[in-house]
């Protein structure tokens, strides 16, 4: 049997359409869907299928929607006979990964990082936090700029997204990251690209919704992993359903080190492919930014997934 990893992609890669073709093709999909518009505090599926997608971007209803397409995704390889040895996720996905090794359940999930969501948005005021992605410099340069940046102006911008060689996202105030642009790019920076989020997620300014959002994961229901989860605060695998619990908490203001978890996992995992489950192709990319060698794959639609279940059960 293939040795495949599944990795669950975070906020950005929801789109207007999303799981669409797979809730008209496939019943659990469509089942899935159902229960968890009939928990959250508004149906999410309509505004998946029909948008606006002003809408669907905003914090609160891109992660359960992201959510609720990888677990329903999911679901449909698992009853194919697919079984990934070791998951992950990239922030947000991070939820879907512990949904596919038995955590969490997905409606509760779903529920839970609507929550989340909410925490995040309103942990900092609108418009005074940002979030950029630095493109070919390297960490230990980015993090010698934002050192002064904290020391010279008093301003918080902490390296949020490790994702690969090459490309890391930084957040904090938006006047820091103003001030740390020039010198970002006196250091050799190629890019500094201005995200259009609506918080400096992942960074020391995110203490207060980690606080919060404690109390409210306490409350939720959860199991031991049943396969390893790669955290993306330490970049190691995880199984024990407290220390998961504390390291979701960390997450909210720590960095998310994708970049080392797949090198982690190709290293350590004997892997065949990673396989992307979910919504959009960024992490697929981000693989093989990291190791061009690897097989990848991307399971958003029935297409997609006819291809990789082709490749998945071949004989060898």
Known sequence: MKRVAFVFPGQGSQAVGMGQDMYNAYEEVKSLFQAADERLPQPITPLMFEGPAEELTKTENAQPALLLTSAAIYQV????????????????????????????????????????????????????????????????????????????????????????PGQVVISGTKKGIELAEPLLKEAGAKRVLMLNVSGPFHSRLMKQAAEEFASVLGDVEKADASIPVYANVTAEKVLDQKEIEQLLVQQLYSPVRFEETVVNMLQNDELDAIVEVGNGKVLSGLVKKINRRTTTFNVQDPESLQAFLAWYKEEE
């Open 77 to 164: 390889l698992q009853n194919e006979g697919v079984r990934p040895v070791v998951t992950a996720g990239h922030s947000l996905g991070e939820y879907s990964a512990l949904v596919a090794a038995g955590v969490l359940r997905a409606e509760e999930a779903a529920v839970l990082v609507n929550k989340r969501g909410q925490l995040m948005e309103k942990a900092y005021p609108a418009g005074q936090g940002s979030m950029a992605a630095v493109l070919g410099l390297s960490l230990e340069a980015i993090q010698d700029v934002l050192e002064t940046v904290d020391k010279e102006h008093g301003e918080i911008v902490d390296a949020a997204n490790i994702n690969c």
